[in-house]
């Protein structure tokens, strides 16, 4: 690969990340997380406020670490090995898994993972959209993980799903910067995309909240 394929390369991967990281900045009630398989050991290499509220732990303890951290040594290793496959397999799914708090706590977690392409360096990123559902597992009477879900049908239904709204996140995300100044036009082709944006959130959101437990 030439310096120049390799440099123009390298700017078409900061593009995606950047229309990824604006995607993030519009979950205000919903964790998202970005994590760059390319890297040693697969850090985040972005956490939005929420995740931050969530868990406890700042964006600067944080950033350029593997998630482990949530895991403190007492994570149900089942649902974590599956976990890796899926990763690995570089494809969709969902767990629901015991995690901790910076002060120790334990929560409920479940992440849904969606695998982002780049045109020219395959699967780079890992998309995770967290919720915090102890609320919803207090009705059950075991302590351990309930159950994990990965098999080709449910893996393609949350791609299926997921895959559209985020799409159009991320074009909504690439359009803003496009109608930056103050005119009237740009400001009223702004609300529209802020508004289709809030929408797009929403259908995600609700779709990782109505996963089966």
Same mark, same amino acid.
């Given at each position: 690969m030439t310096k120049v394929a390799y440099a123009a390369k390298l700017t078409s991967m900061d593009n995606l990340l950047k229309a990824l990281k604006t995607c993030g900045e519009q979950f205000k009630d919903t964790?998202?997380?970005i994590v760059d398989m390319h890297k040693d050991d697969s850090p985040l290499v972005y956490v939005n406020s929420h995740f931050s509220n969530m868990t406890g732990f700042p964006h600067e303890?944080?950033?350029n670490k593997n998630?482990?951290?949530l895991q403190a040594g007492k994570s149900d290793q089942l649902v974590l090995k599956s976990l890796r496959?899926?990763? #690995? #397999?570089?494809?969709a799914s969902y767990h629901d898994l015991v995690n901790f708090k910076k002060d120790g706590?334990?929560?409920?977690?479940?992440p849904c993972l969606f695998p982002i392409?780049?045109?020219i360096a395959g699967l780079k990123y890992f998309v995770g959209i967290q919720m915090d559902i102890t609320q919803h597992k207090e009705g059950y009477e075991s302590h351990s993980v309930k159950d994990f879900v990965e098999n080709d049908g449910i893996s393609q239904d949350i791609h299926d799903q997921i895959e559209n709204p985020l799409e159009q996140l991320l074009q909504n995300s690439r359009a803003l910067k496009y109608f930056a100044d103050n005119d009237p036009e740009s400001? @009223? @082709?702004?609300q529209k995309i802020a508004h289709d944006i809030s929408q797009q959130v929403k259908t995600l959101t @609700?779709?990782?909240a109505s996963l089966k437990v």
């Open positions: 964790s998202f997380t303890e944080i950033i998630c482990r951290f496959s899926s990763l #690995k #397999k570089g494809i706590a334990p929560f409920w977690n479940r392409h780049h045109e400001l @009223q @082709q702004r @609700q779709y990782v």
